[in-house]
């Protein structure tokens, strides 16, 4: 039997480019693909509108590995690991949402911890030449491969693709009716954005609430 992710797709609820859902047992919304509840095609088309369904086995295909920067700290990196063999090299100062930035190969850096390099403990001095003078925070291998999880960015996927054999159609959401109010003093319809704006241009009243 098929199973799916669900998807909360309001704008808040993204970290960074990373795609949030509902996390097990309703614990509220996670990016961690394996906190995340999963559902029946029946039960993920029981949602609200702004909750997206999606194929599990079409996420775990499209998966990146992020490192949360709120759950490590190097001095327990160290502690743990302070004779490690290789290093994965961080760049300072730079997250996309809470994820932690990776140097990858010819200097390209990514969140996706997959494409990141593991630096030799000999070579770490001069392969941190590259970052200029922001310098780069070096982390064991090891322990960053403990804390890393999996997520998707929106980047990576197609809502119509991950569908198309489903059977699923979502409905099309419907744009909110704007609020409109009357003038106080003519009883004109005018905007709740116009309410704050300007007063009213055909009588002039003050119509800020």
Same mark, same amino acid.
């Given at each position: 039997?098929?199973?799916? /992710? &669900? ?10 480019? %990373? &795609? ?6 309703? !614990?509220?919304?996670v ?41 490590? !700290? ?8 302070? *004779? !490690?063999?290789?290093? /994965? &090299? ?7 949402? *809470? ?5 990858g ?6 969140? @996706? ?21 922001? %310098?780069?925070v070096?982390?064991? $291998?090891? /322990?960053? @491969?403990?804390?890393?999880? #999996? &997520?998707?960015? =929106? ?8 569908? =198309? ?6 409905p #099309? #959401? ?9 003038? /106080?003093? $003519? ?11 300007? *007063?009213?241009? *055909? $009588? %002039? ?5």
């Amino acid at each position: 039997m098929s199973q799916f /992710y &669900l998807q909360d797709s309001r704008p808040h609820a993204y970290v960074g480019d %990373g &795609l949030s859902f509902w996390g097990v047992g309703g !614990s509220g919304y996670v990016m961690d693909l394996d906190r995340a509840q999963l559902f029946t095609q029946d039960g993920a088309l029981v949602h609200r509108d702004t909750d997206i369904p999606w194929p599990k086995d079409y996420v775990d295909a499209q998966t990146r590995l992020g490192v949360d920067h709120q759950c490590i !700290s190097l001095e327990d990196a160290f502690e743990q690991y302070p *004779n !490690s063999a290789e290093f /994965y &090299l961080q760049k300072p100062k730079a997250w996309n949402g *809470n994820n932690l930035i990776w140097l990858g190969e010819m200097v390209n850096f990514s969140s @996706d911890l997959k494409l990141a390099i593991k630096v030799p403990a000999a070579d770490v001095a001069t392969v941190s030449r590259r970052f200029s003078h922001h %310098g780069a925070v070096t982390w064991p $291998c090891a /322990y960053i @491969d403990a804390h890393s999880r #999996r &997520l998707v960015e =929106r980047d990576d996927v197609d809502i119509k693709e991950a569908l =198309r054999a489903t059977g699923i159609v979502l409905p #099309r #959401r419907q744009k909110p009716r704007m609020m409109m109010f009357n003038c /106080y003093g $003519c009883g004109r319809f005018i905007s709740d954005r116009q309410r704050f704006e300007s *007063n009213c241009r *055909n $009588c %002039g009243a003050d119509n800020r609430p």
